[in-house]
């Protein structure tokens, strides 16, 4: 129906003399909304209004004269110029009579169209960390995403449904320290669990799980374990600092090939059951894409060699931020008491992909004057999920020019103090970050 009046409107438009819109004018294109009120119809167009602006005519008579050149439709009961020049659209009886017999003779066909031929969408959802099983909220997110895909694909997208993994950083050392901690109590061992660490039952059976897997190769007494840490948060101490301090320890006891192997366990369980009860819930994905890949295939790495020609780390009010060159702050990389030198990003356990994979991200970016925000900063998390997914989404946009823009030393520069920088128009990325933030509508 929309686009049946829109079509009317286009005739009616083309009818009016010249004298009262130029043709330079008619260009602007028509637009038809549904309306909020039911009293003011069922659709309604501001195009008198609009072309009052170019014409320097009153738009009311533009709507008067738009309407008296309206064809005839048997879709519309009546049509009313409401306010300074609105026009509203009444359907008929015969317009949902119609409509209704469309829908029971094209049925599941009903809708679909190809509008969108040949372009492609990303839509990446639900990715719940893999840290535990989902919850409801992550069964909206799933209904919720599973519905956009689907909408995008019946009017002629082809649609890639992403899962993003957060299988790397800090957290997932957590779930690694958590799973070997159960493991302990299975061989025996007896302590208090970490206040910081991940307490649901799932831990103990996935606890069980690496004891039959691993037998007693991985334990160490509770003594050994704890020996000198800094106490947990119902000891009076800090929880965070606790935690860390355990991840460095079984580190060091167990080393990091067994480390990765528990978490590895661990991340297979938890991600095959969020598998499972998104299939159970009737969604899929065609791309399950894991952050630690961006580690693997070099990608952060190659990026931090790059750092100095490119990026500027630096340090600010104790959080390091990733800067560009017009002045914009793409976001906070490492939260304040982590570390604050490049090179301790570097070594860092878990930190290094906090940093760079930022930094990995952009260089799939437009490595030219794209912001990831608009000086207001993201929380460390929001700035490496943003990039991660934003490489992601654009991978390959820029293979073949990295070069040639990161020679381009006029693109980069330190961050001045309080700079505000406008966002670029039709920047995808910038207009994205604009509204996860909440600064634009």
Known sequence: MKTLIEKLLTQALAALPEDLVPPAARSLGVEVENTRDAQHGDFASNLAMRLAKATRQNPRKLAEALVRMLPQSPALAKVEIAGAGFINFFLS??????????VLREGRQYGRSSAARGRSAQVEFVSANPTGPLHVGHGRHAAFGAT????LEAVGYRVEREYYIND???????????????????????????????????????????????????RHSAAEIFKDLPPDEPQGGDKDAHIDALIARARLLIGDTAFRRVLDLALAEILGDIREDLREFGVTFDYWFSERTLSDDGSVERALLTRDRAIRLRCKASAMVM???????????????????????RHHPGHLGLACRAVAAHRFLHLGRCVLDNHHAFSSQRAEDHAARFADAHRGAAVGREEELLNRSDLWTERGAGVDHEVEEGCEPCRFARLRNGLDA
């Open 323 to 345: 800067t560009h060159g017009n002045g914009a702050c793409i976001g906070d990389i490492v939260g304040p008491g982590h570390a604050s030198h490049p090179e301790q990003v």
């Open 93 to 102: 009886n015969d317009a949902y009579h119609a409509e209704i017999g469309k």
């Open 168 to 218: 790397a950083g800090r957290q997932m050392e957590i779930l690694a320290v958590s799973t070997w901690l159960r493991y302990l109590e299975q061989c025996g061992e007896r302590f208090a669990f970490p206040a910081n660490g991940y307490r649901g039952d799932y831990i103990a059976v996935i606890g069980e799980q690496l004891f039959a897997a691993e037998g007693v190769k991985l």
């Open 148 to 151: 956009v895909a689907n909408l």
